[in-house]
């Protein structure tokens, strides 16, 4: 899916690269240039704006799962201190439960550790899109710079090119 997002946006790309080249002579944007400029500006912002929905509902569940395991751990706590309040009888009980609080313990340390892992991933990768973003912001800055010249360019060659014609006359 990721994928298919790229390409859209490079395709979005390549078509205001494309629309770029058809600039009025006077070097002012035509109506499509501004139209899929603010489509690609929409884009980019819609983007982003899920990236940090996706942000906020991943720490949420973060949350959410921290949250039960602490819970999960006072409950196992208090059934603990119960058990050992009982008599010899319950003996094995208690070590039963014990043990199992135990292993849930060592399931609990992992399981943080990988949250703690994909966060850092994702501040990354966001951190890492934003860049490109910004890169790409330039760079189409920078293009239509360049295609400005150019009609400048163009348009000049040409007056010098009618101005010859008409002395030829």
Do not use: W
Request: hydrophobic share 30%.
């Amino acid at each position: 899916m990721q994928n298919q997002q790229q390409q859209q946006q490079l395709q979005t790309l390549m078509q205001a690269g494309q629309i770029s080249g058809s600039l009025s002579f006077n070097g002012n944007l035509s109506k499509e240039d501004e139209e899929m400029s603010k489509s690609a500006l929409s884009t980019f912002k819609a983007k982003e704006e899920e990236i940090e929905k996706k942000k906020l509902e991943v720490k949420e569940k973060v949350q959410a799962q921290l949250g039960r395991i602490e819970e999960e751990t006072r409950r196992l706590a208090i059934i603990r201190e119960e058990l050992e309040a009982l008599a010899d009888p319950m003996k094995k009980e208690v070590q039963m439960v014990r043990k199992r609080i135990d292993a849930v313990n060592k399931e609990l340390k992992p399981l943080g550790q990988t949250c703690q892992k994909k966060e850092r991933e994702y501040k990354e990768a966001l951190e890492s899109f934003n860049e490109k973003h910004k890169e790409k912001v330039q760079l189409i800055s920078r293009l239509m710079e360049l295609v400005g010249e150019s009609e400048k360019m163009r348009m000049k060659k040409l007056e010098e090119l009618s101005k010859s014609i008409e002395t030829i006359r």
